[in-house]
């Protein structure tokens, strides 16, 4: 895979590309000290969505049992649009992920369960990946993490009284248009901002026109002779 071609002692992050951008470099953030996790998780808001509460992550637990989502109902959601890791903890991630999607082969049941959700949310709650050599696995909540995964909060599901703007109604937004964490530092990476589309949109054009924008360099010119050119430039 592409991790085959980072060094031993990199780090990654797998990202759902659509709907991610960045305000600050998470990857400066991150504890790479050798006692620190060298995995790591981001769950949705868990006000608004548990895996007993939400049809869709119950529904892809069901492959493995109807028990199944039951015994994890209380359980945040972690979303597998976000995953950081060291190379070596990711390498043993996704060779964990192929060899569950190999053996349960959800996608072939009558349900047709295809999200790759429901593997990383099973093999997390069973404490499977926490069993890989070397893997020391743990899951921020949402808005305490370096991705603040935000879409949940205006979902279509979600009771009206339990949702609104997110300056006013759930305060993360500031008057920059920044998103925040609960503590009230910028979020390092927002996931699922379309979720939020009218609010963030504007935000996310002003990073987007600040990193595309092509910056004017100064070049220096080179000393000529009376002949021309130097010809040891």
């Known amino acids: 895979t592409w991790l085959s071609f980072y060094e031993p002692t990199s780090w990654g992050f797998i ?6 951008f960045f305000q600050l ?3 400066t953030l991150v504890d790479r ?9 981001f769950a949705e808001n868990r006000k608004v969505k548990t895996v ?10 069901r492959c493995w049992g109807k028990d199944v989502p039951k015994k994890y109902s209380n359980n945040s959601v ?25 053996k349960q082969k959800c996608h072939m049941t009558p349900a047709r369960t295809e999200s790759d959700q429901g593997y990383h949310n099973y093999l997390y709650d069973t404490g499977e990946f926490a069993k890989l050599p070397g893997v020391k696995v743990t899951h921020h909540e949402q808005g305490y993490g370096l991705v603040n995964t935000i879409g949940a909060m205006n979902g ?11 300056d006013t109604f759930w305060k ?23 979720r939020f589309h009218k ?30 050119p130097s010809p040891n430039l």
């Not at 500031?174 to 901002?193: F, N, P």
């Open 78 to 102: 972690v979303c597998s649009g976000s995953t950081l890791g060291s190379v070596a903890a990711l390498k043993q991630y996704t060779e964990r992920m192929v060899k569950e999607m190999d």
């Open 52 to 61: 007993g509460n939400c049809i869709f992550n119950s529904g892809w637990l």
């Open 156 to 166: 279509f599901r979600v009771p009206a009284h339990m949702k609104g703007p997110l």
């Open 33 to 41: 000290s050798p006692k620190a996790k060298n995995l790591h998780f």
């Open 172 to 194: 993360i937004k500031d008057e920059d248009g920044y998103i925040l964490d609960y503590d009230g530092k910028k979020s390092a990476v927002v996931h699922q901002w379309d």
């Open 15 to 20: 990202f759902d590309f659509r709907d991610t």
């Open 25 to 27: 470099d998470p990857m």
């Open 199 to 228: 609010e963030c949109v504007l935000l996310f054009l002003l990073i987007l026109d600040d990193r595309c924008r092509p910056r004017r360099v100064r070049v220096a010119r080179r000393p000529r002779t009376r002949f021309g």
